[in-house]
């Protein structure tokens, strides 16, 4: 399996723009997380979907991000419109019920 | 609202020495509690994971522990090597799922 994938690896945009992230689970996995890393808060959670359906979205900062899996293989993460404090490394995880929980390799988001 | 600190921040090393990081959770009812790896601009590996209800972990040179009761966890990382240098990552979970990291460890173990 290739694992959680990610696009895009990078994305530098500026300021007000719309910047949407893309998730592909592992086959198989029914839970999906969306994670967000800066020097200053650490690992956050977002969001996160358990047999596509949102169950706790209570760690989004707000209206601007808001996130969809429209399918059990595929998610997204939007913010609309973007700021620089958004810059950060986004990461997204997939799991079996409650197991280990498999990490992508992140993307690293720049907002000028 | 749980908290969960690393203690500590950075460690430096000489190879071949045994060591251990320390993780402390405010909450003590928790699921699970896991250990994940981070390579510098990388994602997070998952190291062990550990059941409330079991007191340790092993895997190869890594031996994590429980004690749920005090709020603390430890990783025994035996015989380090070059390669094991990273930032280590505790995380717990209250209900299923849902993860709540640590500040992180760095380690740089050295020749």
């Known amino acids: 399996d290739a694992g959680v994938i990610q696009s895009p690896r990078h994305e530098v945009t500026e300021m007000g723009q719309e910047v949407t992230l893309r998730c592909k689970p592992i086959?198989?996995?029914?839970?999906l997380f969306w994670y967000r890393q800066t020097m200053m808060r650490g690992l956050e959670l977002l969001i996160y979907?358990?047999?596509?359906?949102?169950?706790?979205d209570s760690g989004m900062p707000e209206d601007r991000f808001s996130a969809k899996m429209p399918n059990a293989s595929f998610s997204t993460l939007k913010i609309q419109p973007s700021e620089p404090r958004d810059s950060a490394v986004y990461f997204c995880a997939s799991s079996f019920t409650e197991e280990t929980q498999y990490f992508g390799p992140g993307t690293r988001l720049l907002v000028l | 609202k749980q908290e969960v600190t690393q203690i500590p921040a950075a460690l430096s090393v000489p190879e071949g020495e045994n060591l251990v990081l320390n993780c402390s959770f405010t909450?003590?009812?928790?699921?699970?509690l896991q250990w994940f790896r981070q390579d510098p601009g990388k994602g997070l590996t998952s190291l062990l994971l550990?059941?409330?209800?079991?007191r340790e972990q092993t895997s190869g040179r890594l031996n994590a522990s429980l004690d749920k009761s005090s709020g603390r966890s430890t990783l025994y990382i035996a015989a380090s090597q070059p390669g094991d240098s990273a930032t280590y990552l505790c995380?717990?979970?209250?209900?299923?799922?849902?993860?709540?990291f640590g500040t992180g460890t760095r380690l740089q173990v050295t020749l």
């Open positions: 909450d003590s009812a928790i699921y699970n």
């Open positions: 550990i059941q409330s209800s079991q």
């Open positions: 995380a717990v979970t209250k209900t299923a799922s849902k993860l709540t």
């Open positions: 979907f358990n047999n596509n359906v949102p169950i706790d």
């Open positions: 086959s198989g996995h029914n839970s």
